[in-house]
């Protein structure tokens, strides 16, 4: 076997992403007409973006917020620095980017109790500050949402191109069709059932990976035997600034960087609409632990993938039955993301390749859904309700709701192709868009906790947080390197310099400009302005009947709160509990000692780690796979108690 692109033809993959992409759109389009005739739910514009803030099940939202927060970048980048670096690499993505998930939670809480009524976060920052603010937290969420999403765009297309062979350009095109399909049909709640699904594909093809490195291969098949290979490779390249030059120590100082790299770039998609959107949707007793649960199933992904095939990689590189053999990987090939696809192919053959290629089309289109119903509800509601038709009902907000879902994909492909050529590797567009969104985060969480907060402190601070950061970042290039390029503004030093202090410097300079210039918010405004759609029209024309005004949905809706704000309290104090643990175990408790130690694994305790590793993959399978089965298992017994009478009834309920 000489290379990867020997097992699949351009056909192969042509035939992947247009047949795995129509037969997800055909599955959601019947989905949708299914929910449609036996539950009433037609979408209207609260259900195309909001779900009618209905979500329920935990595991359907732990598996959307997974989902979510995996790209292609999850899987490739983890994989190739666990490569270059180690088992560092592997622990460091996972515990890096997962910790901000669990911060989140408590800030999409506290926008439910105080904004139950809202469609999007900007909205509430509309109510509450000036245009021109508005316009501001606009910008920086739109930057990250379309940079999240090109880059999806250019992973995948990248590693289709150099495997199957096909043009990179038409997979860019082919990736979004199938999305853009079944999120026409059926808005959010489509993109919560088919996150699952894709979820649910990733999570049995890591563990199929997981067993046969570990168990079952012929060439490694035990911890022992990799420990044995990773020795060998420690002794032909040991790695600078890892204890004795191994990849078995969590004492990396390019991991270590690594890791604060992308704890700095992980908050930009706290930025990023499409978390907020998954929040709006979820029933509010249900928000904590669902991104709690998401948050430890998200670390599953990265943690065991890169322990398993980026490990491999490292240990079977030199030997026979590796695709590059007699070679070594080179730079090129290792800046594309080919670590993965080449270790699963070494491992596996055409069915380890195939299995790659697959995880990757789930990766992408399932954010890419994400981001585009997410891009849909912002455009939708505060650039055209807001500035341009603020009477705008059902059938026109729907309209250009479509509308943006159109045209969303037609600006992601140009600009992916665009980048694509101008040479953007997979790492690049991830650790990067930090520096310049980060410095909106903690604006975002003084809007959400501090009643003193101001327009003038979010305006300014957040525009002068970017210059800051972005000086830090290409001073310190050129302090390093003396020149700026894409490869020296890629070196772990800088990043980890330009993301830190694009989350940092907002905490010293927005509390200064609140001091100068400070606000009295009163929270009930946010309970006053913000209301429903007004969908009464287009829900009738589609024989719903006792449809609710927007008036009296919106009421309901604050009623309901107030009713669980008591509950709500609790799950806040518990999330603040549990982001103060898992912050700590994550980034201090458990890693630190083992870096400072300079410890370097010993076989057996390679094995425990393993052991650990396997255990991680099973919770996350739980959460992810089982337990949304069990929670729709009434849904399910409820629909085959339906009778249905027609188009006139729509539906009667037999109990």
Sequence with gaps: ?????????????????????????????????????FFNEVQDSEMLMTAKRSISSYGLLASSIVSSWTIGSTLLLSTTTAYSNGVSSAYWYGAGACVQIIIFSCMALEMKRKAPNCHTYQEIVAVRYSSHTHIIAFIYSGIQMVTYTVNLLINGSSIFANITGMNRDAAICLFPIGVIIYTLAGGIKATFLTDWTHTVIIFAVLLMFMFNTYATNEHIGSPEVLWELLTETAQRRPIEGNADGSLMTLSSVQGGLFGLVLFGAGWAASVDSQLFQKAIAAAPEKVSLSYILGAIAWFTIPFCLATTLGLAAAGIETKEFFPTYPNLMSAQQIADGLVMPYAAAALMGKGGLGAVLTMIFMAVTAAYSSETIAVSALVTHDVYKRYFDAEAKGKKLVFVSHAVVIAFGIVTIGLAIGLAHAGFDVSFITTVSGIVVNVNVFPMMATLFWSKMSSFAYSVGTILSTCISLSVWFGYTIHQSGTINLNTLSTNEALAAGNTMAVGVPLIIVPILVWIKPDNFDWNIWLKDIKQDDNVKFDEDHNLRQVLSAEENTQFEIEKYEQLNETILRQRKFGFIATIVFVLFFLVVFPLPLYGSKYVFSKTFFRGWIVVMFIWGFIGAFIVILLPLWEVRTTVITLYKIDYDGPETKTTWRY
């Design 1 to 37: 076997m000489s290379s990867t692109d020997t097992m699949f033809s351009q056909g192969d993959g042509y035939g992947l992403i247009i047949g795995l992409g129509f037969a997800f759109a055909a599955i959601m389009l019947l989905v949708a007409k299914l929910l449609e005739r």
